[in-house]
Each structure stands twice: as structure tokens, then as C-alpha cells.
């Protein structure tokens, strides 16, 4: 198999056509068909011990579809339980639900925090804990990352004892934090350097789901990465997207959290409205249910929102967050948006209200607190 190194900002389609005479591109067709064949009888064995395997979808972008844009790293081996060391880096709500389904999944797992507290659970489990995210990315073979912003991101990856001083020929590294698209790329840059692969993995789901190991990945970077971490990225979620190179991942998550993030202040206006004409807010939430708005975060989160309790599934500062990266998205690709911009405005409030820890549905006592406000300055008057 032809083996090829793909240039800073050059596309894999163009980087085929220019190292592959059009006389070699049949054999290498058939290579990777065979390669993709030899991947897919290896993970066959371990997918009947993985739970809901079944389930798990996996898509990928159009334009990556062919083999001729595959560019294959010739030391990725592909990720087995009971053959394979993973790393986390990012022991949260999040990173702590995810480890938990590798290890019950059969993987050896090494394990990092800022806070080595929050390792001690997984470390009775059966977890390695590391020193630092550098011993980790050397004691393993594929190092994922849960990190809650960019500026975190970074730090662990590029700092002096980080991840990418672990890296070698071989490793790869998944990055599942919810970053902006530059920052994605830094980090791949630097990864590359090292000789490992690089993969952004942002996802779509919660606590919930993330303890149920039904997360949606968002994938993008090296495909062959991608295809080498398949088994645990089922271990941990229900579906997995291949989009692109990296930035595409970050960006599909910003705008699925902005619109979740806009949704829920709508949802949380609607409630206040109710309660203000006399509504019960419960019937709201199950004429909602049953109609063409239905969702699932409305009948998860309404029942809390009505009793105004909040414990945090995904913090409300993280959702403001990905707020502010998805409104400078917008600003830096001239798109405008408003609506964004104002649910935006809402969780900033509820973050001034010292709300930031709490679920991000604790937006409502932002809602709350406008009430309140107008009924103050009309008595004012």
C-alpha cells in the first residue's frame, strides 16, 4: 500500500492525484478495500461483547466515502478490548460517565484530572491514574480528552508535561471537548508534528446518555483514526459521524448547542407565559409532548424546571459557552444571529445569578427574574 503524509492545507483528493499515478490508483483501491475488510473482521469478535452494539450507526461525509481519500497511518492498530490501552484525560460529569463504559467494556484504561480526587472512583474500578496528561498519552495508545473549554483544551495538550509531549509514532489522540474550530486545529497541528493521528470528537448528549453509552460523535481529522478507535467509540455512544477534516466536528457542535441552547430559553419563556395566565405549567409540558415541537429535552427537563430544581446534567456555564463560540462563528462568517444572541444574553444573566453550576435549564430563573423585574418597575411608576 502506498503510504502518504498529507501537506498542511491540502486536500486528500488532491494529495491522491498528485502522489499516485492514475496507472496504481485500481491497486490502491483494492488495498483499502482490503484493509477496510481486514478492519471489519477484526472488530467483528469484539462488537457482540459491546453493549447495544447493535444499535451503534456510522456515517461518513460523502467526500471522505472513497478509499482514495484515506490517508493510512502504517503503525494504527485498531482498538480492542483486552488488546488496547486508553487514555482519558478529563475526569468530569462527562469524562467520568465515559471511562466507566470502557472499563466495563473490558478496556485497560489510564486515567487523568486536574483534581486527582475525581479519579479515585475509577481507580477502585480498575483505572490506572497517571501524573500527568503526558503519562497518560505514553502509557496509552489512544488518549481521549474531555475538557470544559478551549483555553483547557490547550493547556493539557501543549503544556510542558501535556499530551502531546507523550505522543509518538502510532498514538492517536481524540479530543471530545466542545471547542472552536481553531482551537481544534492548533492542537492537531501539534499532534501531527509528534507523529500521532488527530481526531475532534465532540458530543452530542448529557449525562444522561453519556452514563447509558448513547453519545453522538461529531467527528473530524484523520479518518484512519477514526476507523481505528471504532470499538470504543461505540462503547460510548449510539452514533458516530466522520464530517471532514477538523473543524468540521467543532462546528456541527456549535450549532447543535446553539439551537438546544436557544431552545430551551424559548421552552423556559413558555412556562413563565403559562404560569403567568393561570396554565398549569405540567399541562404545558404534556401538550408540548404531544405534538409537532415534541422533543426529548422538553419532557426531561420540564418536569425539573416546573419544581425549579436543576441538578446539573451539563452545567449552565458550558452551555454559555458554547453560546459565545457559536455567536463568534457566526460574527466571523458574517452570518447574523439574533435569536442566539438574545437566549445568549439570558444565560449570561443566570451566570450573574450564580447559576453557572447548575443545569443550564436553570435558565428559567434568568426568565424568572425579567418577571419579576417588569412587575417591580411598573409598581415603580
Known sequence: MML????QGVAPAALASRTTPSSILPRL?????????LRNSVLTPFSSAIPHAPLRRTFIAPEFRSCRHLICHAALTDAAPGNTVIGFVGIGIM???MTRNLLKAGFEVVVW???????????????????????????????????????????VALRVDGVVAGLTQGKGYIDVSTVDADTSRNIAAAVRAAGAAFLEAPVSGSKGPAEQG?????????????????APLDVMGKAKF???????GANMKLVVNMVMGAMMTSFAEGLALADKVGLRQQDVIEVVGLGAIAAPMFALKGPTMAARTY???????????????????GDEVEQPLPMAA??????????????GDMDFSAVMEAVAAQQQAAVDGKGQQ
Not at 29 to 37: E, N, T, V
Request: aromatic share 6%; charged share 25%; with cysteine.
Open 4 to 7: 502518504a503524509v498529507r501537506p
Open 29 to 37: 483501491q483494492s488495498s483499502c478495500d482490503k484493509l477496510r475488510s
Open 95 to 97: 469524562g467520568l460517565a
Open 113 to 155: 484530572n486536574r483534581n486527582p480526587e475525581k479519579c479515585k472512583p475509577l481507580e477502585q474500578e480498575g483505572a490506572k491514574v497517571a501524573a500527568s496528561p503526558r503519562e497518560v498519552a505514553s502509557l496509552a495508545t489512544y488518549t481521549f480528552a474531555m475538557l470544559s473549554d478551549p483555553e483547557a483544551a490547550l493547556d
Open 214 to 230: 448513547k453519545l453522538i460523535f461529531l467527528t473530524a481529522g484523520d479518518q484512519e483514526l477514526f476507523t481505528a478507535v471504532a
Open 242 to 248: 466522520f464530517l471532514g477534516r477538523e473543524g468540521a
Open 311 to 329: 441538578n446539573p446534567a451539563f452545567p449552565l456555564k458550558h452551555q454559555q459557552k458554547d453560546m459565545r463560540l457559536a455567536l463568534a462563528l
Open 342 to 355: 438574545a437566549a445568549n444574553a439570558l444565560y449570561i444573566a443566570a451566570r450573574r445569578h450564580g447559576l
